[in-house]
């Protein structure tokens, strides 16, 4: 099993930044992807950034510019640097990882169990 756990979240004025960081434990082989997703209060879950293993990154149009995703592999850690943060940006945020507990299990997907993020006006 793979465990992540979230940190960082917290309340913030808008205009102020927050650094979120997930750490990965348990027993597996291999993280592969790992990531961001978010929800806001009455929307859908929705993926904010993730970061392939070897540093390539894929950023929600909505953060660009804003957050920044990146990754330890020997820390099996992953970091979101938000930035000019907007009450939009409100939501549980979720690290998320794709991992394989064995050279020949496939790999499969977990998720934190969240942290709250709150931007204020």
């Known amino acids: 099993q793979v465990q992540l756990v979230e940190s960082g979240g917290g309340l913030v004025q808008a205009g102020g930044s927050l650094r979120l960081s997930c750490a990965a434990s348990?027993?597996?082989?291999?993280?592969?992807?790992m990531g961001w997703y978010r929800q806001a209060p009455g929307k859908q879950r929705e993926s904010v950034a993730v970061?392939?293993?070897?540093?390539?990154?894929n950023t929600a149009d909505s953060v660009k510019g804003r957050f920044t995703i990146s990754r330890d592999n020997a820390k099996n850690t992953v970091y979101l640097q938000m930035s000019s943060l907007q009450p939009e940006d409100t939501g549980v945020y979720y690290c998320?990882?794709?991992?394989?507990?064995?050279?020949?299990?496939?790999?499969?997907?977990?998720w934190g169990k969240g942290t709250l993020v709150t931007v204020s006006s």
């Open positions: 998320y990882a794709r991992a394989q507990r064995g050279i020949m299990i496939p790999a499969e997907d977990y």
């Open positions: 348990g027993s597996f082989f291999r993280i592969n992807d």
């Open positions: 970061i392939t293993r070897d540093g390539r990154t």
